[in-house]
């Protein structure tokens, strides 16, 4: 496939600290031949580093990935954003064109370890969390993504 006929996906949570940095991580990792990937957050608060070491342990560097607010983006025109937390879907910003949004929501691995004293105690969350990411960006298709799309336009339009 070529440049030009990648898909581009902006994952989108609210920080652009942790779930949607692991997002792009692992597509471009994963699947840099067909989906060209993006992140970016609604309120951008800086990187998370458990989210950039146990990505690292992975074998995926975002060491060098920074957080950036969705508006930065708006010039890139997206087939697909998808939202991977409850708030940055319901307050996403409206996408023109043909952008489709698709909600596919993670556990918040900040929000799971806060009462974690070390590092050993909070990094598990993480680890989980990425290795649901991972799962779910390794099945990414043009073809997963449409029926995402349809599957989401069909519950937007019961409610």
């Given at each position: 496939m070529s440049q030009t006929e990648r898909i581009k996906v902006l994952f989108l949570c609210?920080?652009?600290?942790?779930?949607?940095?692991?997002?792009?991580g692992w597509a471009k990792a994963l699947k840099g031949d067909a989906i060209d990937a993006y992140s970016a957050g609604v309120e951008p608060h800086g990187m998370n580093p458990r989210a950039v070491?146990?990505?690292?342990?992975?074998?995926?560097?975002?060491?060098?990935?920074?957080?950036?607010?969705?508006?930065?983006?708006?010039?890139?025109?997206?087939?697909?954003?998808?939202?991977v937390c409850d708030h940055a879907h319901e307050s996403c910003p409206l996408f023109p064109g043909k952008t489709k949004v698709v909600h596919v929501g993670f556990d918040d691995p900040p929000r799971l370890a806060k009462d974690a004293k070390t590092d050993d105690e909070a990094l598990p969350h993480y680890r989980r969390v990425r290795d649901?990411?991972?799962?779910?960006?390794?099945?990414?298709?043009?073809?997963?993504?449409?029926?995402?799309a349809e599957k989401e336009s069909g519950s937007n339009a019961n409610q």
């Open positions: 609210t920080g652009n600290a942790c779930r949607s940095q692991m997002a792009e070491r146990t990505m690292a342990e992975a074998g995926v560097d975002i060491s060098s990935h920074r957080s950036k607010h969705v508006d930065e983006l708006k010039d890139v025109g997206f087939d697909y954003v998808i939202t649901e990411i991972r799962a779910f960006v390794a099945a990414l298709s043009a073809e997963r993504l449409a029926q995402l």
